[in-house]
């Protein structure tokens, strides 16, 4: 098809969209990651830097690109197309190395740590064997928005957040209903001796195993969709994980930060491309429930 250009917009994107959703929501971020040495790359510094979150803890690499997708949108929010700048190599030692030194500092003061696994060669088995072993270390939880093919990677985490197509291939399972959300989510926590698993459903909501606490058997919870209206559910995943993390960190009970995220998840699919969520507009949303 022909367009015709009529403006562009930038949006924070991947492992940032869930630090922005933090800070926005009113906590305190530092960011570990990596860049290109690019202008898209400092693009996204200058964001970040507005938003005031910290970004002492993103490294520059000149071997790759500023991972960057490219929306072609028309009318009525209808992506034509979509074109991705980014690579899936692994990063060169010497930036690895780099990496794991901003992250073992940037642990030593957080309340808790958020592992945003998008594929593109950062996280490795170093760097969650690093992140689980600070986890223990310290007492804090560390929550994982996985990836199938490093799901070995993630055992021991306090909590894993996959949608339910990550959750089905996980399980070599199909998950229609919430018996079957039920049966995957146990199988996963089984498999990774993790503490909690919750998994994004779509217009189904959230499917809760929450295994903290001193209870001898986990708490199993289904949580409906409050969306009113659905215009894009780019980023849904960053806003849950984000509004759990913070509310864990703010001394919700699991289960109450999973109800917050919730209604996080149903302001923010209402919105086109990456969004986030005021603490205001959730406070709205709770209030009016």
Not at 53 to 78: C, E, M, Q, W
Not at 120 to 131: D, F, H, N, P, Y
Not at 200 to 220: F, I, N, Q, V
Not at 251 to 258: C, H, I, M, P, V
Request: hydrophobic fraction near 45%; charge should be negative; glycine fraction near 8%.
């Amino acid at each position: 098809p022909v367009m015709t250009f009529d403006h562009e917009e930038y949006r924070i994107g991947g492992a940032a969209n869930v630090a922005n959703n933090v800070r926005t929501l009113g906590g305190r971020v530092s960011l570990v990651g990596a860049i290109g040495a690019d202008e898209p790359g400092q693009r996204l510094l200058s964001e970040l830097r507005s938003a005031a979150i910290d970004v002492t803890g993103i490294i520059v690499a000149s071997d790759r690109p500023t991972t960057r997708k490219l929306r072609i949108v028309a009318s009525r929010n209808k992506q034509v197309a979509r074109i991705d700048f980014e690579t899936e190599k692994a990063l060169a030692t010497t930036y690895a190395q780099a990496l794991l030194a901003h992250l073992s500092e940037a642990v030593e003061k957080a309340d808790i740590i958020v592992v945003s696994d998008y594929l593109k060669g950062v996280i490795t088995s170093e760097l969650m064997t690093r992140a689980l072993a600070a986890s223990r270390a310290r007492g804090v939880p560390i929550l994982v928005d996985p990836k199938i093919p490093h799901l070995d990677f993630y055992t021991g985490c306090t909590l894993l957040t996959p949608n339910h197509r990550e959750a089905s291939t996980a399980t070599n399972s199909v998950i229609h209903t919430n018996a079957e959300a039920q049966q995957a989510a146990r199988t996963l926590r089984s498999k990774l001796e993790c503490e909690s698993v919750l998994i994004t459903r779509g217009e189904h909501g959230l499917w809760l195993l929450d295994g903290s606490g001193s209870a001898m058997e986990p708490r199993e919870k289904a949580l409906p969709a409050v969306a009113r209206e659905v215009s894009d559910v780019t980023g849904a995943g960053d806003t849950v994980i984000a509004t759990l993390a913070l509310g864990l960190a703010a001394g919700a009970t699991l289960t109450e930060a999973a109800q917050l995220a919730n209604q996080a998840a149903g302001l923010a699919v209402a919105r086109f491309g990456p969004a986030t969520v005021s603490a205001e507009e959730l406070l709205k949303a709770c209030t009016n429930q």
